[in-house]
């Protein structure tokens, strides 16, 4: 089955230890997304690829970086993570044109 | 004020209950709209989509647009514990760049009791 996959399930990082957070697609879909979900909160949008090009939403501090090898994998990494950053990680993958989003099952990152 | 408003419940039901969820919004260029369901632990997934004003259904599901109040709704029919989930709205603005941007609501977390 087609799908979006990310890795780990569950992470757990030390207060401002680099943790990067995996994502992998074999929808072949051009346009990749992040967002952070905390608890009774709307999923919100850090940045997004279409293709190789990279878009930062305006609100999303420098902390949070992204890099996107190929077409299957997007990694997203946080460089020095603090408490507030705790939160569900959601990649989402759509064909560029779509209103559709296919999500993975998430990453639930916990900070020490 | 938020582009998306949506009532975080936690709304409880008995089995076989029909059951509203509702948001508003207010940005007139929300083109696509979306109920996602996300269950505990999982990504969201899309539920029923909706482009113009009017009532969309798909079995138990009835999707409801009402553009000039700015007000969109999701009808579960005879609603079953299965559907006990989160129920997120979700609003797509125009193409552009590449993507539609999609705006989410908070969600609405539904029990239905057996």
């Known amino acids: 089955d087609a799908m979006v996959i990310q890795n780990p399930r569950y992470q757990v990082t030390q207060f401002g230890k680099p943790v990067t957070l995996s994502c992998s697609q074999t929808?072949?879909?051009?346009?990749m997304y992040w967002y952070q979900q905390k608890s009774s909160q709307a999923p919100k949008l850090l940045f997004h690829?279409?293709?190789?090009?990279?878009?930062n939403e305006a609100d999303t501090p420098d902390n949070f970086q992204s890099r996107r090898p190929n077409t299957s994998f997007c990694f997203l990494d946080i460089r020095s993570p603090g408490l507030g950053d705790a939160a569900m990680y959601l990649c989402?993958?759509?064909?560029?044109?779509?209103?559709?989003?296919?999500f993975g099952p998430g990453t639930r990152l916990t900070v020490t | 004020q938020k582009e998306v408003e949506q009532d975080p419940g936690p709304l409880s039901v008995p089995e076989g209950a029909i059951v509203s969820l509702n948001c508003t919004y207010s940005?007139?260029?929300?083109?696509?709209f979306m109920w996602y369901r996300q269950y505990s632990r999982k990504g969201p997934e899309l539920l029923m989509y909706?482009?113009?004003?009017g009532n969309k259904e798909d079995g138990r599901f009835t999707a409801q647009v009402d553009k000039s109040s700015k007000y969109i709704s999701l009808f579960i029919r005879d609603s079953q514990p299965s559907d006990s989930a989160t129920y997120l709205c979700?609003?797509?603005?125009?193409?552009?760049?590449?993507?539609?941007?999609?705006?989410f609501g908070t969600g609405t977390k539904l029990q239905v009791i057996p």
């Open positions: 989402a993958t759509s064909e560029d044109s779509s209103y559709e989003q296919y």
């Open positions: 929808l072949n879909h051009n346009v």
């Open positions: 690829y279409y293709d190789k090009d990279f878009n």
């Open positions: 940005n007139s260029a929300f083109q696509y």
């Open positions: 909706t482009y113009s004003s």
């Open positions: 979700a609003m797509s603005s125009p193409y552009s760049g590449g993507y539609r941007k999609v705006t």
